[in-house]
């Protein structure tokens, strides 16, 4: 096999600070043009496979090297969802090509390859430095069939992503899967990716802008998501939906419409990962867009359409303009996985044997459970926190089961949240949580 790679940035990036994002226009290098081949396979600048010595690490039974790269053990969750999501295409389609625009050590390029049977993977990352890292890596995937054994299955760059997806856009070399593992806010990068990916392809896209999500700067959200964003009490959940609010508002301008498979909210980073598919066509009339409101003063939550955008009021106004009322958006309010397509990726898992107690890694199969829990349609955007109900009931904070069970048993649809521990999804009023929460202490 040959090993193809570019090199396209000079000064390579500083080490990763939390916000970190590559300017093409700053950047000097003269060889960047080299990036106008479609097919990288026709690239024919090769380097020797680096031998390092940094510690070795394990993900899922891959062996691989996090050199001196930016690299996370948390977010190998993050990981198996990508490598998941990739193998039911693969499985449904046939083939797969995968862009992995930032790709760090090549851990995720390499599990796509390996446990997703990618047939192409272009492995990218902005700094240069990682090269020798990310050649070792992948260089330990090996064919066993002399046909594919001929065939170039993966390459590596150092380029910005949008350059690079731009290209791609030029060349006609569009990708089944690209995965966004950025720092910050990736909305930049929104538009050339789509440029880039395959009608019916997924978009895997990642944000770490918990700044913005809290409502900490509600007019840089506004310039990244078109959002104004501000304080909730569950603001993490909407950091998924202004992430998927933002990329629907892109994906409208080119006419296309995308559908969240999974949402993932995991608190270190903080990250926000979704695993967006997109396809051409119009946003339908009930378009899950618009904006959504929290009552400080009763703790109710609400939906509020585009046309109802000047009668905005929480019934424990009395119909009056409310000064209580929080109101953010537009954001997606839709739902946040797909039962169906998560109900798929639980079933792989547990094949793959992810799942349960005796598996080596991250319990994914309790994450995918709760996924498919609370991707119920009867269940409204948000989550309430027990802590929030208790100290507007003035009782101790009510046991979550046994507050679950009450809900239920007045018909109403209620779940955990992946997002926050000690909190449900319902549809269940405020008003009545309350009352339940202060029968429990009662009883
Ligand atoms: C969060 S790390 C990637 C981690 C990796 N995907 C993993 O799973 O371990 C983000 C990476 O993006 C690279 N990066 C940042 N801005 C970039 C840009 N504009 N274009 C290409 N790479 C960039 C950084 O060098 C860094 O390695
Ligand atoms: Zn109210």
């Known amino acids: 096999m040959t090993f193809l790679i570019l090199k396209t940035l000079s000064p390579p990036p500083p080490p990763p600070p939390p916000l970190f994002s590559l300017n093409p226009r700053n950047l000097t290098s003269s060889s960047s043009s080299l990036l106008h081949c479609s097919n990288p396979s026709h690239l024919t600048l090769e380097t020797n496979i680096a031998t390092s010595e940094s510690q070795k690490e394990t993900e899922r039974g891959l062996e691989f090297e996090p050199g001196d790269s930016f690299f996370r053990h948390e977010s190998a969750i993050g990981r198996d969802l990508g490598a998941l999501a990739a193998s039911l295409y693969k499985k449904s389609k046939g083939s797969l090509r995968v862009l992995d625009a930032m790709c760090g050590c ?217 000064s209580s009322l929080v109101v953010s958006g537009p954001l997606w309010t839709g739902p946040l996985h797909d039962t169906a397509y998560v109900k798929e990726m639980l079933n792989l898992a547990q094949e793959w044997e992810w799942a349960g107690s005796g598996s080596k890694g991250p319990d994914i199969e309790k994450l995918l459970t709760q996924m498919v829990d609370e991707s119920d349609p009867k269940l409204p955007f948000g989550y309430i926190k027990l802590d929030e109900v208790a100290s507007r009931a003035k009782v101790n904070s009510p046991p979550l089961r046994s507050m679950m069970s009450s809900i239920l048993e007045e018909g109403y649809a209620v779940s955990r949240s992946h997002i926050a521990s000690n909190a449900i999804k319902t549809n269940c009023p405020m008003s009545l949580c309350i009352q339940i929460a202060k029968n429990l202490q009662q009883s």
């Open 106 to 322: 090549g851990v995720r390029s390499l599990r796509y390859l390996v446990q997703s049977e990618a047939d192409f993977v272009w492995a990218n990352d902005g700094n240069e430095d990682y090269n020798k890292t990310i050649i070792s890596n992948l260089s330990t995937f090996r064919v066993h069939d002399e046909a594919e054994e001929k065939k170039k299955k993966w390459v590596v760059t150092h380029s910005d992503a949008n350059r690079v997806m731009t290209e791609c856009y030029l060349n006609r070399d569009y990708f089944d899967l690209i995965d966004i593992d950025s720092f910050g806010s990736e909305s930049t990068f929104i538009r050339s990716a789509y440029d880039a990916l395959k009608l019916d392809g997924l978009l895997y896209l990642t944000s770490t802008d918990g700044y913005s999500s809290g409502g900490h700067r509600p007019h840089h959200s506004l310039a990244s998501y078109g959002a104004f964003v501000r304080p909730m009490p569950f603001s993490n959940e909407v950091g998924l939906r202004m992430l998927i609010g933002g990329a629907v508002r892109e994906a409208s301008v080119l006419g296309f419409r995308v559908t969240p498979l999974f949402s993932y909210y995991s608190y270190h980073g903080p990250v926000f990962r979704v695993m967006l598919q997109v396809n051409r066509g119009k946003v339908p009339e009930s378009r899950n867009y618009g904006f959504i409101s929290y009552c400080t003063q009763c703790g109710s939550s609400q939906e509020i359409s585009w046309h109802g955008l000047g009668r905005i009021s929480c019934p424990c106004s009395n119909g009056e303009v409310s």
